[in-house]
């Protein structure tokens, strides 16, 4: 097992379990018909809007990302998102039995359980690994500023 990556995987299930996958404020219709009208107002100001639904943070969302990237890769990859949902979506997590049943592996060995969390976390490690490095190249320096790509091509678009 890689310990950051299963931090960053207990740290993603929590924010899942509290949040959701998809955060978002409910809707002025939905209000409306909850309270019969306009609901009650607090005192004025504004308000931080931590564990209001906003979703997960950023680290959870980039792991969620890794982790649909390693999905759509190939079987394998499906069934490693499937375990980390099993295993760190839950509280309390299934049992690894549990979680080998339901990912239909026939295997009753431990170490084969194990097995796929290394490789879970080797995957996710790559994953992010590339991410990081793919948006280093969003970014170029001219300058003091770094601009993005999509800045720089419209610019030179406009001069050429």
């Given at each position: 097992?890689?310990e950051?990556?299963?931090l ?11 949040g959701g ?16 009208g306009?609901?009650?107002?607090g ?14 943070d950023?680290?959870?969302q980039?792991?969620g ?7 759509r ?41 194990y097995?796929?969390v290394?490789?879970?976390?080797v995957?996710?490690f ?7 490095d793919a948006?280093?190249w969003?970014?170029?320096g ?13 610019k030179?678009?406009q001069?050429?």
């Amino acid at each position: 097992m890689i310990e950051s990556m299963e931090l960053l995987l207990k740290h993603w299930g929590e924010q899942c379990r509290q949040g959701g996958e998809a955060g978002g404020m409910g809707s002025p219709m939905a209000t409306i018909m909850e309270w019969g009208g306009c609901a009650p107002r607090g005192t004025p100001g504004s308000r931080i809007l931590l564990g209001g639904g906003a979703g997960p943070d950023a680290v959870a969302q980039e792991v969620g990302a890794a982790l649909s990237e390693i999905a759509r890769q190939d079987g394998r990859g499906e069934r490693l998102q499937q375990l980390a949902v099993l295993r760190y979506g839950f509280d309390p997590a299934p049992t690894w039995a549990a979680q080998m049943h339901e990912l239909g592996y026939v295997s009753k060995a431990k170490q084969t359980y194990y097995d796929l969390v290394h490789r879970l976390h080797v995957r996710l490690f790559e994953v992010l690994a590339e991410r990081k490095d793919a948006r280093k190249w969003l970014t170029v320096g001219r300058g003091a500023l770094p601009q993005s790509l999509l800045k720089v091509a419209s610019k030179l678009r406009q001069v050429g």
